[in-house]
Structures are given as structure tokens and as C-alpha cells.
């Protein structure tokens, strides 16, 4: 059996619960039993069961009731309804309600196994199903990493060679140069793959919540626990981790995180189980770790632990061949979104995007296409339409009398009039800030 | 904790050959001494008129009470119709890595499918049956090779097409354990 198939028995007969536990435990699947609806619910509310087997007369709610408050829950959850006196009326009433099947006890030992096969086949499926759209919507995103230049060559070979090891990675490079697609890009092209990658955005998450999120918690473990939860670390199992903006993690959760990457296991919060999960840690930062190390501001042992490799995205404007293939990819990706033809760029525009210095890098240029394509004419994307051709003509209508006016007057100002002070400030001499006073009419405020 | 010895207590009339023959293959995958000894249990109070068979779940208890200990493996051997509530029959069933478990010889009898009687396919099917609740005892759940004698069985027929023995891996496991 691939996965441990949960099973929850509900039936006010001791010995029904007694059997088929039994009989479950055998076949290796983890079974717990209740007693009545109202703790099955409760149980459901706390731990999730792939199969649920309920008798259909039990006192207080019934089997029926209870399906149908299982369902509201859950839609896809798996119920088997079990009964000892079957009418045909309450079997098309179970299936209409959503029951996976029903079933008249005794059973004969050959349509349990059956029984159960089958809806384990099932949720083989549901989950197959689920892993292979992750699957299809990452390979997506793996595409948007383009670049012919050198220093993205240089990055695709490392992501190649690192990628089928389980060696740790951090990830460096300016804010919005694309860390979290190598990531995605290094888990797609691992052994790792069929499995999930969880993303853990360590700067959006104060102490108490990271640790919370990364380690899970248990029901009660402080306020507003109200369920058990997973955290990131058993949801990556067997899969990926990646923690971004790794630098910005607390002292105290650097410890933590480093007893974790060496032990592989963990305490979920205010629980006492220990947890092992088989992940593989990515990490990225826009920092400069190293130098953290040596202020003391981030442990030198989590760095080492960490930094197995280290690969750095270059930004936008040292790879200024790949703007057009960027810009062309993105109008193509933007069109489609909006469902409209795919626009030409007007060459002056192409020029002034492939001149500009993108601070924001590729995030920048993305919106920028984007708000290019949204505020265009909707045939051609012109000079016009792109924001920093917007904000020089916004300034544009001041002359540089104007400006030099303004700026002044600010000095002026903020050194209470003082000419020699302002004179300084201004790397002016005095007699030549008196005659720019005069000329732009500038006058001390009254007190 | 040390485990001393299986015990294997037969409920009714047993054949002393067919148990003699069945102690050596016990012996042989566990690696432990087998005793066997005959029981006696009024099994008219385990009977149910309704369903004309006998209550496994209420009669594995009963070995469990009265007749195991923690240092040994304890199987009751019974010729009756074995059931529990929610199935039409069992040949025999045990707690997992418990102490006790129950089989019954009574649906491997040939004889009970319209089939000539045949001694041998009885008593090899009986230590298979045997060998498989033990197992259960000893923490073994239910093993996807069709040659393991942990392969789970709902008809003679899929005895039949089983191993005495343990697999490889399931011998691993009961190593470990």
C-alpha cells in the first residue's frame, strides 16, 4: 500500500466496531472507531479519515443525517453506509445523498475487500488527479524562466546540475529577479517531483506564526487553535521546501530551523508527538547572508547548513539582450490572460524598455507590459502607454528656473534663512545666492 | 520482552497426527518451541441459534482471558463455523501484536464445498491458516505477495495458491519485531 489508508467506524454496536477494527488493522490500514454521530463529527472535525463506514440506525442521529452533515463538510469524503435491515427506499435515498455504497451486514469477507479497494481506488485517484494539475500549473510557471544571455545560461546549467541532488540551495538575487521560479524550476526537474513543493514566505509571518506555520500546531495549543494543523514541513514531505526571504527569520526560529534540517523531525506546536517528514530545503533572500554571518546577525552554522549551493540571479539590467524575449513573452502571456490578440510593440517603445534600468526588475517589466497592454489603444503598444515615459512628462511642464526657484527656497527654509549656511549647502557664494533671492522674488516668511 | 514458547490449545477433536504435522512448520517459521494442549471450553455459551455459528470475536476474548500469557503466542484451534458480527464467516482471526489469536479447521474441509475429502490439502491448508493468525500476533498485517502465507484469504481457493512460509519481506519484519 503506497499510502496508509485512514478508516473511521461508526456504529453503536461494541462488536461491530470490534470486528471490523480488527479486520482493518490487519489489512495495515490506521482505523479509529466511534461510538455515535455526534462523535464521529467531532472527530471529523479534529482529523481527516479517507473512508468513513457508519451504520445507518444508531441512536440519536442516524446514519442518513449524519452523511449528509458529512457531506456539507466535505463533499468528496468517502461514506459507506452500513445497515442490517436494507430497504430499497433507504439505499436510494444514501446514494442520492452522496454515500460511495451500501451495504447489508453481514458482509460476506470478499465484498468488504472489495468494498474498500474500491474506494481506496478512488482516492488514489482523487489525489493523482490533484498532484498532476500541481504538477501541470508548476511546469507552467517553469516556462516563464527565459533568457538567452550568458548569465542565464550560467543559471539553467546550475539549476540542471544541482537539481537531481538533495543538496540545500539558497537562492540570491535582487528583489523581483525570478528566485521563486528557479526554485520551482529546481524541484520540477528533481526526483522530487510528483510531490509537492511548499512555499513559505518567512518575512509576511511574525515569530509565533512562522513557527506555527512551519511546524504545525496541535487543537489548543493557544488561542484560536481550534483544529489540529499540518505545518509546511509534513506537508513537503517527500517533496520540496522553499523558504523565502530566509534572512529575515528570527534568532529563535534559526535555532529551531536548524535542529529541523538536521533531524529531519519536529514537534508540532503545544504537541508532544515527534513528526519526521523527508523534505528538501530551497531558500532565497535578497541579502547578503554572508555579511549577516559576520555582524552576528544570522547564525554562522544555519548559513553552512544552508548554503550547499548558492545560486545568484542576476538582475534585469545586466542582461539587457533578454528584454525582448521577455517583453515579447509577457505581452504574449497578458494578451491571452485578457483574451485579446496578441499586440505589436511600436519600436520607440521597445527602445525606451530596453534603456530603462528596471529597479523593480522582471516583476517591473511584467506590470509594466501589463499596464502598457491595459491603458493602450488595444491595437499597438506605443511610448505613451509605458509609466516612466508618463512620469517625465508629468515633470516636464517646469522649467529648470522652476526647479532651481523651488529647491532654494527649500534650502532656505530649512536653514531658517541663514545665507551663509544655505550659501554652503547650496555650494553657492553668498553674493550669488542674494541675486538668485532677488531674481525669483523670494521673501522670508513672516514670523 | 522474551518470548518463551507457542502454544497452540486445540477446542474439540483434533486429530493428533494432523497437529503434529502442523507443530513442525510452526517451529520452523518462528523460530520458537511449539506446545500443543487440548482445552476444554463449554462452546454452546459462544453458540448463536440465529446465525447457527460461533462468536469469534467473544471467543478470541475468552483465549485471551483465560488461556495466554505475555511471554507466549496462545492460538485457540477449533473445528466449529467461526463468525463475527459483521461477516458471514472467518476461518479464524488475532490481535495484532497481541498475545492470542483463534483458527478453525471447520470451512477447510473439503468436504463442506461438495468435494471429495482429502487429508492432505486439509492439514495443509489448516498450517497455513495457523501460520497466518500467528503471524498476526507477532505484528504482521496482511502482505500483497501471493505467495506469502500473510496474503489475506477469504476462500479455500486462495489458500490453496499460498506458501506455507513468509516472504522475504515479511520475514525482515518479524525479525525486527
Redesign the interface.
Same mark, same amino acid.
Given at each position: 500500500?503506497a499510502k496508509k489508508i485512514s478508516i473511521l467506524i461508526v456504529d453503536d454496536?461494541e462488536?461491530?466496531r #470490534?470486528? !471490523?477494527y480488527?479486520?482493518f488493522?490487519? #489489512?495495515?490500514y490506521h482505523v479509529e472507531c466511534a461510538e455515535d454521530a455526534k462523535k464521529a463529527l467531532s472527530m471529523l472535525q479534529s482529523e481527516s479519515f479517507h473512508i468513513i463506514l457508519a451504520d445507518i440506525k444508531m441512536p440519536g442521529m442516524d446514519g442518513l443525517e449524519m452523511l449528509k452533515r458529512i457531506k456539507s463538510l466535505k463533499s468528496d469524503a468517502i461514506v459507506i453506509i452500513?445497515t442490517a435491515f436494507a430497504t430499497v427506499d433507504t439505499a436510494v435515498q444514501a446514494l442520492k445523498d452522496g454515500a460511495f455504497d451500501y451495504v447489508t451486514?453481514?458482509? #460476506?469477507? #470478499?465484498d !468488504?475487500?472489495h468494498l474498500i479497494r474500491n474506494a481506496s481506488k478512488q482516492i488514489t485517484l482523487t489525489e493523482e488527479n490533484e498532484i498532476l494539475k500541481d504538477k501541470v500549473t508548476l511546469l507552467e510557471n517553469v516556462e516563464d524562466m527565459i533568457g538567452q544571455s550568458e548569465a542565464m545560461q550560467e543559471v539553467f546549467k546550475q539549476i540542471e546540475s544541482v537539481a537531481q541532488s538533495n543538496a540545500s540551495v539558497i537562492i540570491t538575487g535582487e528583489s523581483g529577479t525570478g528566485k521563486e521560479l528557479v526554485a520551482k524550476a529546481i524541484h520540477a526537474n528533481s526526483s522530487r517531483k510528483f510531490f509537492p513543493m511548499v512555499s513559505v514566505h518567512c518575512g509576511a509571518l511574525t515569530e509565533s506564526l512562522l513557527e506555527s506555520e512551519l511546524f504545525g500546531h496541535e487543537k489548543g495549543a493557544f488561542t484560536g487553535a481550534v483544529y489540529n494543523r499540518k505545518g509546511r514541513f509534513e506537508m513537503a514531505d517527500s517533496g520540496t521546501i522553499f523558504l523565502d526571504e530566509i534572512a529575515t527569520i528570527s534568532p529563535k526560529m534559526q535555532v529551531e530551523l536548524l535542529r529541523v534540517l538536521e533531524t529531519k523531525s519536529f514537534v508540532r506546536v503545544g504537541g508532544n508527538k515527534e513528526i519526521s517528514s523527508d523534505f528538501r530545503v530551497l531558500c532565497a533572500t535578497n541579502r547578503d547572508l554572508k555579511s549577516m554571518v559576520d555582524k552576528g546577525l544570522f547564525r554562522e552554522d544555519l548559513y553552512y547548513r544552508l548554503n550547499v549551493v548558492n545560486i545568484n540571479v542576476p538582475p534585469l539590467r545586466n542582461r539587457i539582450e533578454d528584454i525582448p524575449l521577455l517583453i515579447d513573452y509577457f505581452i504574449k502571456k497578458c494578451c491571452n490572460s485578457m483574451n485579446r490578440p496578441i499586440l505589436p510593440i511600436e519600436p520607440a517603445a521597445l527602445k525606451r524598455m530596453e534603456e530603462y534600468a528596471y529597479p523593480g526588475n522582471i516583476r517591473e517589466l511584467e506590470n509594466m507590459v501589463e499596464r502598457a497592454i491595459v491603458v493602450g489603444n488595444g491595437k499597438k503598444i506605443m511610448l505613451k502607454d509605458l509609466p516612466m515615459v508618463k512620469e517625465r512628462m508629468s515633470t516636464s511642464f517646469e522649467s529648470l528656473d522652476d526647479l532651481g526657484k523651488k529647491h532654494i527656497l527649500a534650502i532656505l527654509n530649512k536653514y531658517g534663512w541663514n545665507i551663509t549656511v544655505s550659501a554652503k549647502a547650496l555650494k553657492l557664494d553668498r553674493v550669488t545666492l542674494y541675486n538668485k533671492i532677488k531674481k525669483y522674488g523670494l521673501t522670508q516668511p513672516k514670523q | 520482552m522474551h518470548l518463551e514458547k507457542i502454544k497452540l490449545i486445540s477446542f474439540g477433536y483434533f486429530e493428533k497426527s494432523l497437529l503434529e504435522k502442523i507443530v513442525k512448520d510452526v517451529e520452523q517459521e518462528f523460530q520458537l518451541p511449539v506446545k500443543t494442549k487440548e482445552g476444554h471450553l463449554d462452546l454452546s455459551l459462544f453458540y448463536d441459534p440465529s446465525r447457527r455459528q460461533y462468536d469469534g470475536n467473544r471467543l478470541l476474548k475468552e483465549i485471551t482471558n483465560s488461556y495466554a500469557k505475555e511471554q507466549n503466542k496462545t492460538l485457540g484451534l477449533f473445528n466449529v463455523d467461526l463468525f463475527i458480527p459483521i461477516l458471514t464467516y472467518i476461518f479464524g482471526q488475532a490481535y495484532l501484536n497481541g498475545k492470542a489469536g483463534i483458527a478453525s479447521i471447520y470451512r477447510l474441509r473439503n468436504e463442506r464445498y461438495g468435494i471429495f475429502k482429502d487429508e492432505k490439502v486439509l492439514i495443509n491448508r489448516f498450517r497455513k491458516e495457523v501460520i497466518h493468525e500467528l503471524g498476526h500476533t507477532f505484528g504482521l498485517i496482511h502482505c500483497f505477495d501471493p505467495t506469502c502465507v500473510m496474503r489475506s484469504s477469504t476462500y479455500v481457493e486462495d489458500i490453496d495458491q499460498k506458501n506455507h512460509q513468509l516472504c522475504h519481506k515479511c520475514r525482515e519484519q518479524l525479525t525486527k519485531t
Open positions: 500500500m454496536e462488536s461491530v #470490534d470486528s !471490523l480488527n479486520w488493522i490487519e #489489512d495495515g452500513m451486514k453481514p458482509f #460476506d469477507p #470478499d !468488504l475487500s | -
